[in-house]
């Protein structure tokens, strides 16, 4: 029987993560695996990062690292364990500038999207970059904090004054600036990727927002991608060195698919719910693969 962690960030109190958490031990055991969830401050706690060796007395065949506390993924690494998804991967899936960053020098299709300037101020004292900015993509303007989940922290500026006052709510440095697709409105994909394969896909819509996160009242019905849409999902997942991931696309106004973010460790159950797939057992059947 192999043996497994899952890390799990101990400062985060919600059902739904816990229902979550619960999936992936379920998925374990009927993988014959055996899974100890274990929180990253218990980790933290007993892997120094100066001198000396940690004693392990049992050393797991792989961690499945649900979480996003990118130095202790690394530590882990520097361990020898083998990390699914790696720390490289989920710091460039949680850092929205830096996943447009290492997709650059591909043939992925984006939305036109800008890097915050660094600021060593609380706020920015000159706005000028904007000025400039809004000269390429013009309004209404999506703006969103590099890290956040779910939806939030994702807003659409209508004008320069409404734009300054969303950068001054985030403060600097942590957003990005991008092109709004409104052919693309409360419109989006979700393409669950495991390996080289999407194992499933739904469409979400929200009438009443310009964002389709269930968590913000979209709908979703199962949805079958296209050769195209596949490629993205699977390209992108390839670049960034993800072993699963939840990947959303959306389309321009000549129906043409462009990758709007990629998840590391997506919130599985809505699409199981629409689809019936179990991305918890696809991924452990992947990780018994690999290991």
Known sequence: MKQGWLIVNGFLENPKFDEIYNWILTAAKENDVELRKLTNDQVTSILPISTGETDWKARPDFVLFWDKDVKLARMLEAEGFKVFNSADAIEACDDKSLTFIKLKDTDIPVPVTFNAPLCFESKYPDYTFLLQIENKIGYPMIIKKNEGSFGNEVYLAKDFNEAVAIIEGIGPNSFIMQEYIEASKGQSARLQVVGNEVIT?????????????????GKMEHYEPTDEEIQIALKACEKLDLDFAGVDIIWDKNGKPLLCEINSNAH???IFDCTQVDAADAILKYILKKI
């Open 201 to 217: 896909s739904m469409k979400l819509t929200n009438e009443e927002d310009f964002k389709s996160n269930v968590t913000g009242g």
């Open 268 to 270: 599985f159950k809505n």
